[in-house]
T-cell receptor, first 116, second 118 residues
């Protein structure tokens, strides 16, 4: 079964508008972490934001915020005031504990295109 | 602080040849990961080291892939012999986990090595 689901293969947003990228996850752990990474066409993975499973407040980092709904097992990324430089692949990832200690699992990604 | 270093950045080989990738993690990071990212997909974990010990290699195709992290610092990933389906970007990442300072223990990624197998 997929641990991380990102149902939007591609998204378009107008420059300066907000956009929400969806992520749902599956885990039986009580303690886990959720991450969003950005991957521009150059290929590097850039860490954006983190949400711990016990964090009561939604995480925010500048123009990025994470809409964490624990009961629904969703961790959507909200980008406010989109910029042309936000065009990239976005990956949702989860850190959970397994028999080996700590495991990171990535979703399939969403390609965001910001239109001028 | 220097980031995760990887080399080479690009490699083109023919099938059945061998290839090796090198990674130097961020200084002091205990955990090192190798991922395979096939075009259009998310990264898939191949192997995870904590210091110089293997923590998880359950998804490493051990008949052709091997990896080591001698002395618990830099690491090499080898493919021998390569197949066409090994064409991908190989990402190395490091993390301070286990961390004494809490936090997200996010992974810091290197620029990747793009492998093309012809």
């Amino acid at each position: 079964a997929q641990k991380i689901t990102q149902t939007q293969p591609g998204m378009f947003v107008q420059e300066k508008e907000a956009v929400t990228l969806d992520c749902t996850y599956d885990t039986s752990d009580q303690s886990y972490g959720l991450f969003w990474y950005k991957q521009p066409s150059s290929g590097e993975m850039i860490f954006l934001i983190y949400q711990g499973s016990y964090d009561e407040q939604n995480a925010t980092e500048g123009r990025y915020s994470l809409n964490f709904q624990k009961a629904r097992k969703s961790a959507n990324l909200v980008i406010s005031a989109s910029q042309l430089g936000d065009s990239a692949m976005y990956f949702c990832a989860m850190r959970e504990r397994d028999n080996y200690g700590q495991n990171f699992v990535f979703g399939p990604g969403t390609r965001l295109s910001v239109l001028p | 602080e220097a980031g995760v270093a990887q080399s080479p950045r690009y490699k083109i080989i023919e099938k059945r040849q061998s290839v090796a990738f090198w990674c130097n993690p961020i200084s002091g990071h205990a955990t090192l990961y190798w991922y395979q990212q096939i075009l259009g997909q998310g990264p898939k974990l191949l192997i995870q080291f904590q210091n110089n010990g293997v923590v998880d290699d359950s998804q490493l195709p051990k008949d052709r892939f091997s990896a080591e992290r001698l002395k618990g610092v830099d690491s090499t990933l080898k493919i021998q012999p390569a197949k066409l389906e090994d064409s991908a970007v190989y990402l190395c990442a490091s993390s301070p986990y286990p961390s004494t300072s809490g936090g997200g223990n996010e992974q810091f990624f290197g620029p990747g090595t793009r492998l093309t197998v012809l």
